[in-house]
Nanobody, 128 residues
């Protein structure tokens, strides 16, 4: 089992920045990669970013490349999503999730269906 809890969401103006945090815990957390997804009203859940347990690989969705970065600090049991140059279209509920490393390294990191555990989500609203 893996437990995840997001924090750091809020309201920000376009062009601004936010850093989301995901607290990751549980007996099997070291055998999982971590991903960030987002879901806007009326839209499907969208892949944002993913990182392995050792941070040897990271991936970003096309819509956030060059603006967002993902990182982790295992000593603090935390994964971070740094979001810069925010746009109104980034408005969504952001979720972090855990994926077994086997699925992560075989390319499953971009698919929400491949993740087994999810946090409750944190709202990010970007005003124009």
């Amino acid at each position: 089992q893996v437990q995840l809890a997001e924090s750091g969401g809020g309201l920000v103006q376009a062009g601004g920045s936010l850093r989301l945090s995901c607290a990751v815990s549980g007996r099997t957390s070291s055998r999982c990669g971590t991903g960030w997804f987002r879901q806007a009203p009326g839209k499907e859940r969208e892949f944002v970013a993913a990182i392995s347990w050792t941070s040897d690989t990271t991936y970003l969705g096309n819509s956030v490349k060059g603006r967002f970065t993902i990182s982790r600090d295992n000593a603090k049991n935390s994964v971070y999503l740094q979001m810069n140059s925010l746009k109104p279209e980034d408005t969504a509920v952001y979720y972090c999730a855990a994926i077994p490393l086997g699925r992560y390294y075989t390319g499953g990191y971009y698919s929400a269906a491949q993740y087994d555990f999810w946090g409750q989500g944190t709202q990010v609203t970007v005003s124009s």
